[in-house]
C-alpha cells in the first residue's frame, strides 16, 4: 500500500480548556437573553448572533491578524466549533465562510481580495455558500459543467448550482466552474475557482423546500454573470487540488457527528438514574461510538494544527461519523419503548422533538459533503487500493 492514515491522540491544551468554560459562559449568556433556543435546531440563522461571536474573536481564528484572524490553535478553534453545534447556537451565517471558504482565499485568494474579505469575515459579518453540485453531476464534482468562460477583464458564467445550502442568504460563494474540457489523462483538469457575490446581475436562486418543511437548499442560475479577473482563487484550470483540500476543513469537523446527538440527550435524560439493562447497554454503545468519532475528528484538527492536509483521515472521519448520526434517531426509538413501558403515563415533549428532528434530517447527512461512496473511493485511493 502506498500510504496509510493514522489518528494520533490530542490532548487540548490548557488555554483551549479555559476557552471552552468562555464560550460556554457566553452561551448560556446568549440563551437566558432569548437570543436562541438550544431546541430551535442547527438550521436557525442570525447574522446578529454571527457579529457577536466576531466580536469575541471566534471567528477566523486561527488567521493572521493581518487580515483580521487571531493567530490561535485549530485545537481552540475546534472547542468553539464543538460547543457551538452541541447548543445548537445559530451559526449558520457565519459557519461555512469561517470552516472552509475563509482558509481557501487565504490559501489561494488573490492579496486584493484577502484583505477586503477575510477580516469581514472575521467580523461576522459575511455568509457563504458554496457552489458545487450540479443537476446532472451531483456529488461527482469534478463533472462540473456549469462554464465560466475569459472575457475582457473577467469571466461570464453560464449553467446551474443545485443544493445549494444558504444561497438565499449568502453575501458570496465559492464556485468550482468549468473553464477548460478535462484531458484523457486527468478528467479533473479544466476547473477553476472563483469567488461570486450573489448580487451580480445574472444570478437568479430558486428555492428547494426541504422534508422538515424548510428553506435552506437552493438551485443557483447564472446567465452571462460577469465576475472580474480579481475574484479568479488560485491557478486556471488547476482547482481540483484546491477544492479536494476545502473539503478536508468541511469534512473532518464535528458537524460530521453531531447533529442527531440532541436525540441521544434526550434518550438519556428520559433513561434517568437507573434505567434498565438493556437501556444502560445500548445508550454506553452509542457514547463509545461517539466518543471515539469525537477523538478522531480531534486528531485531525491536530493534523491542521502541524500544518498538514489530512483529506483522507477527512473523509474517514466524515464517513463514520455521517452513518453513525445518520443510523442513531432509529437506534434510539429502538431503545426508547423501554422507558415508555417504566412509565406509562410519560408523555415527554422534548423527546418527541428532538427524535422527530433527527429522523427528518437523517437521510441528508451521508449526501452532504461528499456521498458514502464518494468517500469510500477517496480513501480506497489513499490507501492504493485504485
Known amino acids: 500500500m502506498s500510504f496509510s492514515f493514522r489518528f494520533d491522540p490530542v490532548e487540548l491544551p490548557p488555554e483551549a480548556k479555559e476557552l471552552r468554560q468562555e464560550v460556554r459562559t457566553f452561551l448560556r449568556e446568549e440563551i437566558d437573553a432569548g437570543t436562541f433556543s438550544p431546541d430551535g435546531g442547527k438550521g436557525s440563522f442570525s447574522r446578529e448572533f454571527s457579529r457577536r461571536v466576531g466580536a469575541k474573536g471566534w471567528i477566523g481564528m486561527t488567521w493572521p491578524k493581518k487580515y483580521g484572524g487571531h493567530e490561535r490553535s485549530h485545537l481552540e478553534r475546534y472547542v468553539v466549533t464543538e460547543e457551538m453545534l452541541a447548543a445548537r447556537a445559530p451559526t449558520r451565517a457565519h459557519s461555512t465562510a469561517d470552516r472552509q ?83 484523457k489523462e486527468n478528467r479533473r483538469h479544466g476547473l477553476t ?53 476545502e473539503l478536508a476543513y468541511e469534512r473532518s469537523g464535528p458537524d460530521r457527528w453531531i447533529e442527531t446527538f440532541p436525540a441521544l440527550v434526550e434518550l438519556v435524560r428520559l433513561a434517568g438514574e437507573q434505567p434498565s439493562e438493556r437501556l444502560a447497554e445500548g445508550i454506553g454503545r452509542e457514547v463509545a461510538h461517539l466518543a471515539t468519532l469525537r477523538r478522531m475528528s480531534l486528531s485531525v484538527a491536530g493534523m491542521l494544527q502541524a500544518g498538514k492536509t489530512p483529506a483522507v483521515e477527512a473523509a474517514v472521519v466524515k464517513d463514520l461519523g455521517t452513518n453513525f ?27 418527541e422533538e428532538a427524535l422527530r428532528y433527527a429522523t427528518l434530517i437523517a437521510p441528508k447527512l451521508t449526501i452532504q459533503g461528499g456521498t458514502r ?8 485511493r489513499g490507501l492504493g487500493l485504485r
Not at 450540479?134 to 456529488?139: L, R
Not at 423546500?209 to 424548510?214: K, Q, W
Not at 434517531?329 to 419503548?337: E, F, I, N, Q, S
Not at 461512496?373 to 480506497?380: D, H, M, Q
Request: charged share 20%; aromatic share 8%.
Open 325 to 351: 448520526e445518520q443510523a442513531l434517531p432509529d437506534k434510539v426509538r429502538l431503545l426508547a419503548p423501554q422507558i415508555g413501558d417504566s412509565q406509562p403515563d410519560s408523555n415527554d415533549d422534548r423527546f
Open 101 to 183: 471558504s475563509g482558509p481557501v482565499i487565504l490559501r489561494y485568494g488573490q492579496e486584493e481580495i484577502r484583505q477586503k474579505i477575510l477580516p469581514q469575515i472575521a467580523r461576522g459579518e459575511l455568509c457563504f455558500c458554496i457552489g458545487l453540485s450540479e443537476p446532472n453531476s451531483g456529488s461527482d464534482v469534478f463533472a462540473a459543467s456549469t462554464r465560466a468562460t475569459k472575457t475582457d477583464g473577467g469571466w461570464l458564467v453560464n449553467g446551474r448550482k443545485i443544493w445549494t445550502s444558504g444561497a438565499h442568504h449568502a453575501d458570496y460563494m465559492i464556485a468550482l466552474l468549468r473553464t477548460s474540457p478535462p484531458t
Open 373 to 380: 461512496e464518494v468517500l469510500r473511493g477517496i480513501i480506497a
Open 193 to 245: 475557482q472563483f469567488l461570486v457575490h450573489m448580487k451580480t446581475p445574472g444570478i437568479t436562486i430558486r428555492p428547494i423546500i426541504n422534508l422538515t418543511g424548510s428553506h435552506d437548499f437552493n438551485e443557483v442560475v447564472f446567465d452571462d454573470a460577469f465576475l472580474p479577473d480579481s475574484h479568479l482563487i488560485g491557478e486556471v484550470d488547476m482547482a481540483w487540488k484546491q477544492a479536494t483540500d
